[in-house]
Structure formats: C-alpha cells, structure tokens
C-alpha cells in the first residue's frame, strides 16, 4: 500500500511539473515582453527637405554716445527715462545752479594761495622796510589798500571780478524779470474781461436792490389786499352754501308734497273713495295748492336752482369741502365766517385770493424769478472778478518780489563794484610794492620764493578761468538723436566729470545682431537673405545677413553670420531668435528630429532588430551611426542608414545599444 502511494504521488508530481513547464513555454514571451521599454519607431523614407540654420543672438547698436560734463556737478533733475526717443537739443537733465566741485576746489586754493602770498609779502616788506624807506610807503599803501578791499569783501581780486561780472548779468537779467512782471501785473488789471465783468457785477448788483424793493413794496400792498379781500371771499362762501342749501331744501319739500298728492289721487282713483288727504278740488289741505301750482312751483324753483348753480356752485362745494360734506357744520360755517377761516386756516394755511391778491402775488412770483436769475447771474460774474482779483495779487505779489531781487542785486552790484575798484588799487598797491621788493631784495632767497608764489597764482588763476569758461551751463542737453538705452544717475546726487550720465543709442547708425554656425551651416546661406524672426510676432523687424565672418571663440572650425535690423521695433538689448536658409533638396534617408542621439562618438540612431527565437521575436535595440546632412522643424536628412530600416523615435524608459524593447504595436 506504501509503494502504491508513493507512485501517484510521483506521478501527480510530474504531471503537475509538465503542465508548468507548457505554461512557462508558451507564455514565456508575453511575461518578458510585459517588463521591457515599450518603444515607437519609424521607417527610414526618402523626401525634400528644407535645411534651416536657427541661433538666438542680443541686439547691439552700432553706434551709441555717452552723455557727460565736464566737471563734478549735482544732479536737479532727471528729465528722460530709459527708452524715449530724443532729439539732438533736447534737455535730458538740469543741473543744480552751483559751481562745480573742480571750481571750488580751484577757487580755494587761490585763495589760500594768495593769502599766503599777501603774508609773505607783507612780511618781505616789513623786512627791507628797515633799510628802505620807499619799501616803507609802498609797503603803507598796501596795506591801506588791503584794508579799505577788506571793508567789502574777503575774496581775492580775480574771484571779486568774475563776481561783479557775474551780478551785473544777473542784475541785467532781473531788471527784465521785474519789467515782464510788472507788464504782466499792469495788463491783469486793465484785462477786458475783467473789466466787463465787474461793470456786470456792477450792473446785477443794481438790478437785485431795485428787484428786492420791488419785492418789499408789493409784499406791502399784498398784506393790505389780502386784509379786505379774505372776509368778502368768506362771506362769498357763506352766502353760495346758504342761498344752494335753500334751494336744494325747497326742492325737496315741494317733490314731496307733490309724491304725497300724486299717491292720493293714485289711491282714490283705484278704489273710488276720498280719503280726505286732498280737498274738493285735489289740493294739499295744508299749504292750499293744487298739483298743478305745486309742480310750477317746482319747475320755477328748478330754474332758479341752475341759474343760482352757474353763479356758486363751487363756491358751495368748496363749503362742504372744508367742512367735511356735513351740512350741519357747513351751516354753522356759514353762520359764523369766523369758525370758516379757522377751518380754512387749518387745512390749507392760506385763504384763496381775490383775483387783485393773485395778481400782486404773481408779480412777486415773477420779481423772485428775476431775483433769483439776477443772484445767479451775479455769482458767475463775481467768481470771474474774485478769480481776476486773486490773480491780480498774485502778480502784484510777484512784482514786489522780483522788485526785492532787483534790488538785493543792485545792492551786490554797488557793494562788488566798490570792491572791484578797490582790488585794482590793491593790485597796483601790490605790483609796486613787489617790484621794489624784489628790486631791493634781488637774489634773496624769499624774494625767489614770492616770485615762484607769484608765478604758482597765475597758473592757478588760469586754471580758475578755464575751469570757468569751460563750466557746464544748467540744463544737459543731447549731441545726438536716438534712443536712451541707459540713465546712470539719479536726481539729488552728484555726478562726476566725464562721468556717462546715460547712453544714447544713434538709431541712424543701425543695429546688428550675431549669431554663432558651423562651417556647413554658413555655406547654406548667401549674403543678402533674409532671416524670420521667431520669438517676436510683428512685423516691425528686419533681418537681413550682412556678411559672415570668422567665429572669434571658434576659429577656424566656426563661423558667425551677422545680420542688419531694421525697423521701428528694434531696441538694443533684445534676444532674438532667427531662422534661415530655404534651399530644397532630395534625400534618400529622412528620419524624425527625435530619432536622433548624440555621445562623445558623434550622431547615431537606435535601429530596432528583429531576432528568430523557438518563443518567437524578440526585438533588440542597435546602435547605427549617421551623419546629418541637413534639419527643419520635425525631420534629418542622414547618411548611414538603409531605406528599410526602423529607427527608435521614443521610449518609456532610457535604453541603450543592445537592450532588448517591446513595441508599441505588440502591445
């Protein structure tokens, strides 16, 4: 029984381990093919190709300027900013109205220069004055003219002269300043408009007193109108609802009493008895009538109803109106006017007018409507002269002041040319006194030394001189026409000599851009072509190949085509991207941009290969080395490849030459 079991036992074994083995066989390829890359490729084909060359390059001007100053000044204010087209003239910044920092440094050194000097001097003239008695006088006077320059001022002669010149242009201009202010000042007042708008002002005025009295009186005479009128305009009322209510009553009493005869007759005639209601002659027993008489009676009354109707019917509404439709106040109303005012009084606040009340008060309607026309008008044309009048006084104001300028600059005047001449005084004073001194002391040590002083202070004063004929005016203005690429400096700080206060870029002079090829690449294009411009969607740009030159990194192997821009888009600054060649050729090989792969060994593709195996295919990824002949958007020309070959386009996972790859189509 143990064999026995021990054989099924083996046998269900290997029965088991058979029909696992079939099933590995037979779906061995699905399991592999499920943990390989999955890959898409492409047959090789031939076509046309349109080889294009792309490069990305920045826009250079070819020809800018700095603007810049001569000397060391602060900066007002900024009057450009980066990018606006300028004009030679324009203003592109102002200037603080103050020496440069170059001519006050030079200013004190002469000043410092000739202090020493004058101390020197004096000190050289003290010393020969002991034994020179014409060195003595000379040396009194110029220290008398020393002292009398002093009184006016502690410049130097060279820095009081250029001082007088200065105010006495300053002085000049201001006098026309105060002239234009003055004109200015004398035209505002005598100003046409102004003038006929206060005769308007005038004028209103007048016309609003004249309409207040108006107004005023008539109020008067309405106040005595409305005193007579309204208790005969009560009285109306009474009298309306009185004479109405009467009638009304009347009518009332005599259509009764004719009902009441009418059904008398109509009952003693029905059955043939007389009830005694009416007399021997069918009248109303208690009034004597007949129906005849009372029905004439009614068509009289009638009459007088609608006649009476035409002359108060609205006055006896308005009655009952003010007193609610009760009949019963109405007749107390009408009894006493005085509880009728009171109740008109209360719903109206006013009581209606008689027609020479309503006239003063339509006259007063209107006098207001003109009051207020003319108040309106009056407050335009005193706005006008309100604004003239503050305008007016602000040129006033201004004439007195440009007056105070004139005036200080007078003053400057006087003092510098009462300076002026006593620096001439002391320059004689000095040059006498040197000549003797020198003369007295020829050959002495510190008579060299004032010589060579004196010598250094007419250099330095020729340097002050140039410092100031070459002194930048207030205002910068641009040498050139074209476009601010660059601002340097800001507003409030100071700016250096030949410093690059900003950049112009010459639009005239043109723009170029470069754009680094291989040497096959720049066979493909010919001087003159023209290039698309593939990141800037306008066309306001130009690119035109001017030349092409030698690559400067890449010398001898590369070469850079240069481009000339053109248009109102170009800006200096700017990447470009550019594409170009159009020439058309036939290829056998053309293969998708994404086939191709590149390493250290050059251009290659991965062909898939199709191997035999007892399991079936099995597909290996190999490596096949090309050579790119030209390139659009989307395909290669190569060389190296075979018409049936099928090449690699993507992959799900990186691969390599000899990986094993599933495709697409397999599944």
């Known amino acids: 029984m143990q064999k026995t079991k021990r054989r099924e ?77 300028v004009s030679a003239g324009d203003t592109l910044f102002v200037l603080e109205a103050a020496d440069s920092e170059e001519l006050k440094t030079a200013q004190q050194e002469l000043s410092d220069m000739e202090l020493a000097y004058q101390k020197s001097l004096i000190e050289a003239g003290n010393t020969t004055a002991t034994e020179n008695r014409d060195v ?7 220290n008398e003219a020393l002292a009398v320059l002093r009184l ?15 105010a006495e242009a300053e002085y000049k201009a201001q006098q026309l ?53 309204d208790q005969a305009y009560l009285d109306k009322l009474a009298k309306a609802y009185t004479v109405l209510r009467e009638e009304y009553l009347k009518r009332e009493e005599l259509e009764q009493q004719i009902e009441d005869l009418e059904s008398q007759t109509f009952m003693t005639t029905a059955d043939g008895t007389d009830d005694g209601s009416e007399d021997e002659e069918g009248g109303n027993p208690s009034t004597g009538a007949t129906l005849e008489e009372l029905k004439k009676q ?49 719903q109206h606040g006013y009581i209606d007018s ?10 007063i309607k209107d006098q207001e409507r003109e009051l207020d026309n003319a108040q309106t008008e009056l407050s335009y044309y005193q706005g006008k002269v309100d604004d ?63 010589q060579n002083s004196k010598k250094a202070i007419e250099a330095k004063k020729k340097q002050v001189e140039e410092l100031t004929a070459n002194a930048d005016g207030q205002e910068v203005k641009a040498n050139v026409s074209g476009k601010i690429s660059a601002i340097n400096v800001t507003a409030g700080n100071n700016a250096g000599a030949d410093t690059a206060l900003a950049t112009i870029t010459v639009a005239d002079r043109g723009y170029t851009l470069r754009i680094p090829v291989t040497a096959d690449q720049a066979k493909q294009v010919t001087v003159g072509d023209v290039a698309t411009i593939t990141n800037y969607y306008s066309d306001d740009i130009t690119a ?48 998708p941009n994404s086939a191709l792969r590149n390493d250290s060994n050059g251009d290659f593709v991965l062909v898939v290969v199709a191997k035999s195996t007892p399991l079936g295919n099995r597909y290996v990824a190999t490596r096949a080395s090309v050579t790119v002949l030209a390139k659009d958007d989307t395909k290669a020309a190569v060389t190296g490849l075979a018409s049936g070959d099928f090449v690699i386009t993507t992959s799900s996972a990186p691969i390599e030459a000899g990986s094993q790859v599933r495709l697409v189509d397999n599944g």
């Open 9 to 85: 036992w083996v046998k269900t074994f290997a029965i088991i381990f058979l029909v696992i083995l079939l099933i590995l066989t037979f779906f061995s390829n699905t399991i592999m093919n499920r943990s390989l890359p999955e890959v898409a490729a492409q047959y090789v084909e031939s076509g046309t190709i349109n080889a294009k060359i792309r490069g990305t390059g920045t826009v250079s001007a070819d020809e800018t300027y700095d603007v810049t100053i001569n000397q060391t000044r602060k900066i007002r204010s900024v009057m450009v900013k980066v990018g606006d087209t």
């Open 136 to 142: 003595q006088k000379l040396r009194d006077a110029y």
């Open 152 to 166: 006016y001022s502690n410049a130097d002669p060279t820095q009081i002269t250029m001082a007088l010149k200065t």
């Open 177 to 229: 300043v105060t002239q234009n202010a003055n004109e200015e000042y004398q035209a505002a007042q005598t100003d046409k408009e102004y003038t006929e708008a206060q005769a308007k002002v005038t004028e209103l005025g007048t016309a609003i007193t004249t309409a207040e009295t108006a107004i005023e009186t008539l109020k008067e005479q309405l106040a005595t109108a409305q005193g007579t009128s």
């Open 298 to 346: 009614l068509k009289d009354l009638n009459n007088d109803i609608k006649r009476d109707e035409i002359i108060y019917k609205d006055d006896y509404n308005l009655m009952l109106q003010y007193a609610g439709q009760d009949h019963h106040v109405a007749a107390a109303y009408a009894a006493d006017t005085q509880l009728l005012m009171q109740a008109i009084r209360d």
């Open 354 to 363: 008689s027609e020479e009340v309503q006239n003063i008060e339509q006259k």
């Open 388 to 450: 003239f009048e503050r305008r007016i006084e602000r040129l006033e104001q201004n004439w007195k002041d440009e007056q105070a300028k004139e005036s200080a600059l007078n003053d400057e005047v006087t003092n510098l040319t009462a300076a002026s001449t006593a620096a001439e005084t002391l320059k004689t004073a000095q040059t006498a006194l040197e000549d003797k001194v020198f003369e007295t002391s020829l050959g002495d040590s510190a008579s060299l030394d004032l």
């Open 544 to 591: 035109t190949l001017e030349s092409v030159a030698n690559d400067p990194q890449n010398p001898g192997q590369g070469k850079m085509l240069v481009f000339r821009l053109t248009g109102d888009g170009v800006e200096a600054g700017a990447n470009l991207t550019l594409s170009i060649g159009q020439r058309s050729a036939n290829y056998d090989c053309l293969i």
